[in-house]
């Protein structure tokens, strides 16, 4: 580490640091210039207001890089450590107040700056646990189908999904002025109902009945007068009134309102009071039924919070948002926060901010049928539906149930599942992974399928440990979060557990030798280890064949 000697003359691989934030959503900035007189650049956000909180990176994590030999790799010593702080993102617009940087550290190698961790993965302490229910009840996916396809809807069921996430699109439902007929939708309701699970209906897009311009109609175009708006709202209510809302987790307002994509053009203003309008008249309709803010694409808590502050939005029930990105899930965790500081000032303490749509392309991850684009997605997927777990989030959706029939490569492979020609479909490893820690936990068929489920402490950040105490299953499901790095962990246990990889298999990189000791290496890019003690049946290799099996079908396909 520096201490009082020359840092021109440590190569430095890894650095620490503490911040200080007046409020959150602040961008921490730090550089470091190598000897070369390359520079390398790390972007955080500052999610803590107030508290002092410790941010650690390698050079290897940097997110970017230029001057010197512009490689990458760090030459020689340092000649310089920059820290910035940019405000333009903060939720408190308002915030006064000075970024303090505290005791920066420098370390010669990665494994200096994160030695062997020890925890016992099945401690519980109070306050640990995050919530008791069935974690079906927070999982979901979205659909692009009316009529159910109840093949797809019940692999998804088999594997832990208990949501469904449908537009229910205003000009299919009201094709006469007044007159709604919503029997499309009762099929799918019922056959939901028959598996168990619940519809999220998104009450969106334009209708020609009503379109007041500009021009000529445009679904995605925002209704901003009042003449419009007053129409959406009575659909809404109309909807409210006809759905039982023991069968729904609740109405969104509209799918993404805060991009031109599908709000057009760009206010908040006018969405606010669409919104507003559309709460009064549900709530007017059907007091019971929940009501959802339209999930924002990413986590846009300035648009959120300008919606927020047109009306007195009191009764609204679920703020979303729709966190994509192509990094790891688990960088999720800043901007929610920031989103949870503005509802709280809205709202108070009792409106949620869940993950509404989220998902993963394998297309981002190069050519989307090779075997390791398909396993990035499938340990992304997993990652992100357990740390929305781990998070307290009361509802995570997939995007989505099946890849689409398109041309553009981004959006025909966000699937779980891929379909044939014939209709047939096939798992693809996503769900695999899905499937199995559904099947580890054991409570498909439990006659109380609740579990409590805890984040267990782990002296480090950058490792996840997710506890779950079912019926007849206790299961830690631990991870490394770290793009690429692995981290050796002594597990404290009193029984010898089994440990499984994310399809599994038995799981290699862990030695039991010492008694009472498990030495668990973790890598990132393999995924979450699945610990278990009292586990189900489940026969060695029989995911590991599922998902060969898998990989097969998409081969041929």
Excluded at 78 to 85: F, K, N, R, T, Y
């Amino acid at each position: 580490m520096v201490g009082s000697f020359d840092a021109s003359k440590l190569s430095c691989q890894a650095v620490s640091f503490w911040v200080q934030v007046p409020a959150c959503g602040a961008l921490v900035v730090l550089r470091l210039t190598d000897s070369g007189g390359q520079t390398f650049q790390k972007s955080m956000i500052a999610e803590e207001e107030g508290d002092w909180v410790n941010y650690k990176t390698t050079v290897a994590a940097f997110d970017l890089h230029w001057g010197g030999a512009n490689d990458g790799v760090f030459h020689g010593g340092i000649s310089g450590i920059s820290l910035l702080a940019d405000a333009s993102a903060l939720s408190d617009s308002t915030a006064q107040g000075s970024v303090l940087f505290d005791l920066v550290e420098c370390y010669t190698s990665s494994a200096e700056l994160y030695p062997t961790i020890s925890f016992d993965p099945f401690a519980t302490s109070s306050g640990s646990r995050i919530a008791k229910r069935n974690p079906r009840q927070v999982l979901g996916v979205n659909i692009h189908f009316v009529e159910p396809n109840t093949a797809a809807l019940t692999m998804v069921h088999d594997a832990g999904i208990g949501v469904v996430r449908m537009d229910l699109i205003w000009s299919n439902v009201e094709r006469q002025k007044g007159v709604y007929d919503f029997s499309g939708y009762d099929h799918l309701v019922q056959a939901l109902v028959t598996l168990g699970m619940k519809a999220l209906f998104i009450v969106d897009y334009g209708n020609s009945l009503y379109y007041d311009g500009p021009g000529d109609f445009d679904g995605d175009f925002g209704p901003a007068s009042d003449t419009y708006q007053s129409a959406y709202a009575r659909f809404a209510a109309a909807a409210a009134a006809h759905f039982d809302q023991d069968n729904l987790i609740a109405l969104e307002l509209w799918n993404e309102p805060n991009i031109v994509n599908f709000w057009w053009p760009h206010s908040a203003y006018n969405y606010s009071n669409m919104a507003y309008k559309a709460l009064v008249a549900i709530k007017d309709a059907n007091p019971d039924m929940p009501v959802m803010l339209g999930g924002t694409a990413g986590v846009d808590f300035n648009f959120i919070d300008a919606v927020l502050s047109e009306h007195n939005f009191g009764g609204l029930d679920i703020v979303s948002v729709h966190p994509y990105r192509q990094n790891n899930p688990e960088t999720y965790l800043p901007s929610a926060t920031c989103a949870e500081h503005v509802v709280k000032s809205h709202l108070g303490d009792n409106v949620p901010v869940v993950s509404g749509e989220w998902g993963y392309s394998t297309y981002w991850f190069g050519e989307p049928t090779n075997s390791e684009a398909l396993h990035q997605q499938a340990l992304y997927c997993l990652r992100e539906m357990l740390f929305c777990l781990y998070t307290g989030r009361e509802l995570a959706v997939w995007y989505d149930i099946i890849n689409d029939a398109t041309d553009n490569k981004q959006e025909a492979n966000f699937g779980l599942l891929i379909k044939a020609g014939d209709g047939t479909l096939s798992p693809k490893p996503s769900y695999i992974a899905l499937k199995t820690w559904w099947d580890l936990l054991g409570i498909q068929n439990a006659t109380n399928p609740d579990c409590s489920y805890y984040a267990v402490a782990t002296t480090a950040t950058h490792v996840r440990c997710l506890l779950f105490k079912c019926p007849d299953t206790t299961l830690a499901a631990v991870w490394e979060t770290r793009d690429g790095a692995a981290q050796t962990v002594d597990l404290r246990v009193k029984h010898q557990p089994a440990f499984y990889d994310m399809y599994g298999d038995p799981y290699a990189g862990v030695d039991c030798a010492t008694d009472g000791v498990c030495t668990l290496t973790l890598h990132e890019d393999s995924g979450p280890v699945f610990i278990v003690v009292a586990s189900p049946a489940l026969r060695t290799g029989t995911c590991a064949l599922l998902l060969c099996v898998a990989l097969a079908l998409l081969t041929l396909l």
